[in-house]
């Protein structure tokens, strides 16, 4: 699993990856826009940029925990998709699409609000 928001360690969310191993940093090979309204989510319909994120290999119990968080199908849409990890090292994910750009842009393609 590819995460890009408030699941990266850190963030709220990352406890629901409690079961998940951490794999290692990476880069969506193809670009896409990476937008926050109420929570971050990235639009596949700009290409903008390379999402930066964080991937997590879990099981089937802590993906289904993850759909639900990320009302996947209705809201959220869970797709595979190939990323480049720090290494150089190409590898097929899943990755939750959001199907809008609304909000601000992060153009950069990395999600990293300030911590208040």
């Known amino acids: 699993m590819f995460v890009y928001g408030t699941l990266k360690r850190g ?4 406890r629901f990856l409690r079961d998940a191993d951490f794999v ?3 880069w ?3 670009r896409y826009a990476l937008y926050q309204d109420e929570y971050p989510g990235v639009f596949p319909g700009e290409p ?6 964080e991937v997590y290999a879990l099981d089937d ?3 289904q925990r993850l759909d639900l968080l990320e009302a ?4 959220y849409h869970r797709e595979r998709a190939v990323m480049e990890m720090d290494s150089g090292v190409l590898l097929t994910a899943w990755i939750y699409f959001y199907p809008h750009a609304s ?3 992060f153009p950069e393609g990395e999600w990293n609000p300030p911590l208040t």
């Open 11 to 14: 963030f709220p969310s990352h």
């Open 103 to 105: 909000g601000r842009l």
């Open 48 to 53: 903008v940029s390379r999402i930066r994120g």
């Open 28 to 30: 969506t090979r193809d």
């Open 24 to 26: 290692g940093y990476a």
């Open 61 to 63: 119990e802590t993906l």
């Open 72 to 75: 996947h199908p209705h809201l």
